[in-house]
């Protein structure tokens, strides 16, 4: 089969049936999957097994998802997938700040999560065809090695703000809705209560030395959606 993947793909989840479930099919679409059915386990798995993705279920005996997802965010910026049987919008922005990528909502179809991950995967890897450096004054951003740097300092993104970052920037001086920003990132329209993105821009703020209270470098549009200022990151 083809690998349009991660390849290696670390698999977090204690219900040992829907985990078997969901190795196969992605083995069967040329993944090397391994599974751990405990929190207080997957440390360790990361660390030997050394994976391209994480897909991490919330509710684990042993250890919780969340802090399982925050020790991996510590010491790698792999992506990271969260499953969750809650459809309350708290345990999504609880996951997102805890430094995971992408969540899928239980009953888990797995051609969906096929999908994430390689909607993660296209993310990972830039067009070269295209634009791949952006530089506002003290800002620069290089998509071809996925690096930031404010007034020289590298600053550290996980994926999916560096992707939200990315896309900001390349529409600098345009406002951007939160359904333009779902859908660019993740394939999905706005529901009215997905707040997913309003976390990502207030890590990025934060990141990036923009005051939270007044921002002047990613603008809250009220009742439109976020503008990237070019001209703010200048001496």
């Known amino acids: 089969?083809?690998?349009?993947?991660?390849?290696?793909?670390?698999?977090?989840?204690?219900?040992?049936?829907?985990?078997?479930?969901?190795?196969?099919?992605?083995?069967?679409?040329?993944?090397?999957?391994?599974?751990?059915?405990?929190?207080?386990?997957?440390?360790?798995?990361?660390?030997?097994?050394?994976?391209?993705?994480?897909?991490?279920?919330?509710?684990?005996?042993?250890?919780?998802?969340?802090?399982?997802?925050?020790?991996?965010?510590?010491?790698?910026?792999?992506?990271?997938?969260?499953?969750?049987?809650?459809?309350?919008?708290?345990?999504?922005?609880?996951?997102?700040?805890?430094?995971?990528?992408?969540?899928?909502?239980?009953?888990?179809?797995?051609?969906?999560?096929?999908?994430?991950?390689?909607?993660?995967?296209?993310?990972?890897?830039?067009?070269?065809?295209?634009?791949?450096?952006?530089?506002?004054?003290q800002l620069s951003i290089d998509r071809s090695c996925r690096e930031v740097r404010l007034t020289g300092e590298l600053i550290e993104l996980t994926t999916m703000e560096f992707e939200l970052l990315w896309l900001l920037a390349s529409a600098a001086g345009k406002i951007l809705s939160r359904d333009d920003i779902l859908n660019r990132m993740r394939g999905i329209a706005f529901d009215g209560l997905n707040r997913s993105v309003d976390v990502y821009i207030s890590k990025l703020r934060n990141k990036l030395k923009d005051n939270p209270r007044e921002p002047v470098c990613i603008k809250t549009v009220w009742g439109k959606g976020y503008l990237f200022n070019p001209f703010a990151w200048e001496l």
């Open 1 to 137: 089969m083809e690998n349009l993947g991660f390849g290696k793909v670390l698999l977090v989840e204690d219900d040992e049936r829907l985990a078997a479930l969901i190795a196969h099919f992605l083995e069967q679409h040329g993944y090397e999957v391994r599974t751990v059915h405990r929190g207080d386990l997957a440390m360790a798995a990361f660390l030997e097994f050394k994976p391209k993705v994480l897909v991490l279920d919330l509710m684990l005996p042993g250890q919780s998802g969340l802090q399982v997802c925050r020790e991996i965010r510590s010491v790698s910026d792999t992506p990271i997938v969260i499953l969750t049987a809650k459809e309350d919008d708290l345990d999504h922005i609880l996951g997102l700040e805890s430094g995971a990528d992408d969540y899928v909502i239980k009953p888990i179809k797995p051609p969906v999560l096929l999908a994430r991950l390689r909607a993660l995967q296209r993310r990972q890897t830039p067009d070269t065809s295209v634009v791949s450096f952006l530089e506002f004054g």
